[in-house]
T-cell receptor, first 112, second 110 residues
Framework: DADVTQTPRNRITKTGKRIMLECSQT?????MYWYRQDPGLGLRLIYY???????NKGEISDGYSVSRQAQAKFSLSLESAIPNQTALYFC???????????FGDGTRLSIL | LAKTTQPISMDSYEGQEVNITCSHN???????ITWYQQFPSQGPRFIIQ???TKVTNEVASLFIPADRKSSTLSLPRVSLSDTAVYYC???????????FGGGTRVLVKP
C-alpha cells in the first residue's frame, strides 16, 4: 500500500549494532503495527499502538522497542541486533478494531 | 490465542476454482477471520473478512461453518496473476491478539 511507507527497504548490518526501522502513513489511521515475517511462520506481531500515547507488546517483543512519534509515524528499534533477528519486517495500519490492515512493502533486514 | 494452520502449498490451473482451508480450533466467539494475499517484495493485501456463514465480494468468497473451527477461502476462476501466498488471520475483536497462519503458496499454471 503506497500510503504506508517503510524505510529503509533493505538493510545489512552487524551483530550488536543499533538499528531503527521507520514507518510513516498518510491514511490517517490511529492504529499501527509492527510484524516480522519468517519463512513458514507467517507474520508475528512485535508491537502495536492504538494512538500516540499507547504502546503495547505483541507476541514477540523481546529484543525490540518502538516509538510512536506522531499519529503518522511508528518506528521499530533493535537496540543490539543479533543474527536471529534477520527477517522481513512489516508495518501496518488500521482504522478501527477488527478493520483490515494496510501493510507497507517491508524492510528486509540482515544481521551478520 | 487461536492457533492457525494452513496447507503449505497448492497448485491449480487457469480458470479453475481454488479453495484454501485454514484451521483455527481455538477460535473465540468474537474473533474475526481475515484473508490476505501477498506477492513477492510486497506487503500483504486484504482480500476478504468474515465472522460466520458466508461472505462474498468481487474477488473471493469466505465460507465459515457453524462451529467456526475452520474457514475456506474460495478464489473462482483463477488466473496466472493469482499466483501468490495467501494468509489466514484470526483476530480478537475484544482485544488485539492477532494470529496469522503460516501462509499457503498458490501456483496457478497455464
Amino acid at each position: 500500500d503506497a500510503d504506508v511507507t517503510q524505510t529503509p527497504r533493505n538493510r545489512i548490518t552487524k551483530t550488536g549494532k543499533r538499528i531503527m526501522l521507520e514507518c510513516s502513513q498518510t491514511k490517517g489511521h490511529d492504529r499501527m503495527y509492527w510484524y516480522r515475517q519468517d519463512p513458514g511462520l507467517g507474520l508475528r506481531l512485535i508491537y502495536y499502538s492504538f494512538d500516540v500515547k499507547d504502546i503495547n507488546k505483541g507476541e514477540i517483543s523481546d529484543g525490540y522497542s518502538v516509538s510512536r512519534q506522531a499519529q503518522a509515524k511508528f518506528s521499530l528499534s533493535l537496540e543490539s541486533a543479533i543474527p536471529n533477528q534477520t527477517a522481513l519486517y512489516f508495518c501496518a495500519t488500521s482504522d478501527l478494531q477488527g478493520q483490515p490492515q494496510h501493510f507497507g512493502d517491508g524492510t528486509r533486514l540482515s544481521i551478520l | 490465542l487461536a492457533k492457525t494452520t494452513q496447507p503449505i502449498s497448492m497448485d491449480s490451473y487457469e480458470g479453475q476454482e481454488v479453495n484454501i482451508t485454514c484451521s483455527h480450533n481455538n477460535i473465540a466467539t468474537n474473533d474475526y477471520i481475515t484473508w490476505y494475499q501477498q506477492f513477492p517484495s510486497q506487503g500483504p493485501r486484504f482480500i476478504i473478512q468474515g465472522y460466520k456463514t458466508k461472505v462474498t465480494n468481487e474477488v473471493a468468497s469466505l465460507f465459515i461453518p457453524a462451529d467456526r473451527k475452520s474457514s475456506t477461502l474460495s478464489l473462482p476462476r483463477v488466473s496466472l496473476s493469482d499466483t501468490a501466498v495467501y494468509y489466514c488471520l484470526v483476530g480478537e475483536a475484544a482485544g488485539n491478539k492477532l494470529t496469522f497462519g503460516g501462509g499457503t503458496r498458490v501456483l496457478v499454471k497455464p
